[in-house]
């Protein structure tokens, strides 16, 4: 089963974390279920960028970026090279780093 290491965060993993991902489950579903509360808008159907992260190692081995997840990317914010939505990113084999920008765009709830 991959590992995820998220990078620390100042409010949602101040120490940093590494859990456990089970092939084929999202990134976020992953962060969710270890308490690590990522902001997921749109229920996680990949309608919002609010749980956009990085992929610093592993990104290859994730699932292809699809249409609808590159258009809602565009309005993520600090949008990097390996970013993607965690909601819609599932690990293959290979273990990832991530990380959990400081900023989102919810407009739902500024």
């Keep these: 089963m991959p590992t995820i290491t998220i990078l620390p965060h100042p409010e949602l993993a101040p120490d940093g974390a590494v859990i ?5 489950m999202s990134i976020c579903d992953a962060l969710l279920r270890n ?7 749109c229920g996680q159907v990949g309608a919002c960028s609010t749980c956009h992260v990085v992929v610093v190692r ?5 699932n292809a970026l699809g249409d609808n997840e590159e258009d809602m990317l565009d309005q993520a914010w600090g949008l990097q090279p390996q970013s993607r939505l965690s909601c819609q990113a599932r ?16 407009h739902a709830k500024e």
């Design 20 to 24: 456990d991902a089970p092939e084929g």
């Design 58 to 62: 592993g990104f290859d081995s994730l």
């Design 35 to 41: 308490h690590i509360d990522i902001e997921h808008a």
């Design 91 to 106: 690990p293959g084999k290979e273990d990832l780093t991530v990380e959990l920008p400081r900023y989102t765009l919810n």
